[in-house]
């Protein structure tokens, strides 16, 4: 799947190396990391493919220029200037940025 072609991107990559807990599994050690890392709401949509319900986002009715990022990996994903209201109650995009992101592993 290319960059930023999902209508819920759920972009992640690694958050680093290092040595787990000796009690918790590889999938445990890194859901813990990522709960660590973002807010419950983030958490929902980038790791559980979840979504906020429409015409609610942070991002909606966003009007400010610059890049939209992955909260997961930092990659860039979309331009404001590509951003369009698409009547759908999310952000909408016509173009997407060159990206290094893929989909989230495990999905």
Known sequence: ???GKNSN???SCSLGSG???KSTNKSEYEDEKWRS?????EY???REHGTEPPFTGKYY???TEGVYTCVCCESDLFSSKSKYNSGSGWPSFY???NCKAGPA???
């Open 37 to 41: 890392k973002l807010t419950e709401d």
């Open 19 to 21: 040595e787990r807990p």
């Open 44 to 46: 929902h949509v980038a």
């Open 1 to 3: 799947m290319s960059c």
């Open 9 to 11: 991107p759920a972009y």
């Open 61 to 63: 009715k966003q009007t």
């Open 105 to 107: 592993e495990g999905y």
């Open 95 to 97: 173009d997407e940025l």
